[in-house]
């Protein structure tokens, strides 16, 4: 069965740090390019940024540049987000995203921001 | 951009329901596929894929459920709805990266 999980959400500080990791099963996540998705409850998904199959031009996007980096360990069918500097606006489930893949999202992991 | 309406839609059940996608650049044809995408969020729940590649149903997913497209304008269609296709309906685009439609929220009348 063709799965992702993440996991690593949690409730932090603003400025705090957190990293988040999705697993991939049931198909060769190095094969493709992967995204975080991030979605504010009651809100649409926006995409945080990517990562190429072989692991170059990650980039997040928007107010998230510079402070989130994307990597990846296809050996062990994983993707990561690095988040820094972490805002109260930063709040939102946090899902990883196959490009192409023909599957339902993961369980997402929730982030939370706030003092 | 993906501009996705309407906002909201409240079906009466077994009757039809349509939601459009309208994208903001002619998508590419990438080898044959255009990566447009539907999902299906109900409430408290991660979305659930409904249909890829514009107009394949994903796997279990219920033959009311059908869509098109071409270059900008895309389609989804329902046509029967039932209690149980209550939620948010929103289409995705890949084009490097990821573009979602502002999402259709679908009630029962």
């Known amino acids: 069965e063709v799965q992702l999980v993440e996991s690593g959400g949690g409730l932090v500080q603003p400025g705090e740090s957190l990293r988040l990791s999705c697993v991939g099963s049931?198909?060769?996540?190095?094969?493709?390019?992967m995204s975080w998705v991030r979605q504010v409850p009651g809100k649409g998904p926006e995409w945080v940024g990517s990562t190429k199959p072989d692991g170059r031009d990650n980039d997040s996007v928007g107010s998230m540049k510079g402070r989130f980096t994307i990597s990846r360990d296809n050996a062990k069918s994983s993707l990561y987000l690095q988040m820094n500097s972490l805002r109260v606006e930063d709040t939102a489930m946090y899902y990883c995203?196959?490009?192409?893949?023909?599957?339902?999202w993961g369980p997402g992991t929730m982030v939370s921001v706030s003092s | 951009v993906l501009t996705q309406t309407p906002l909201s839609l409240a079906v009466t059940p077994g009757q039809p329901a349509s939601i459009s996608c309208k994208s903001s650049?002619?998508?590419?044809?990438?080898?044959?596929?255009?990566?447009v995408y539907w999902y299906l969020q109900k409430a408290g729940q991660p979305p659930q894929l409904l249909i890829y590649?514009?107009?394949n149903r994903f796997s279990g997913v219920p033959e009311r459920f059908s869509a098109s497209g071409s270059g900008t304008d895309f389609t989804l269609k329902i046509s029967r709805v039932e209690a149980e296709d209550v939620g948010v309906y929103f289409c995705m685009q890949v084009v490097g990266g990821l573009s979602f439609g502002g999402g259709t929220k679908v009630e029962i009348k």
């Open positions: 995203v196959a490009h192409g893949l023909r599957s339902n």
């Open positions: 049931g198909f060769s996540v190095g094969g493709y390019w």
């Open positions: 590649e514009v107009s």
């Open positions: 650049q002619s998508l590419p044809d990438d080898n044959g596929k255009i990566y």
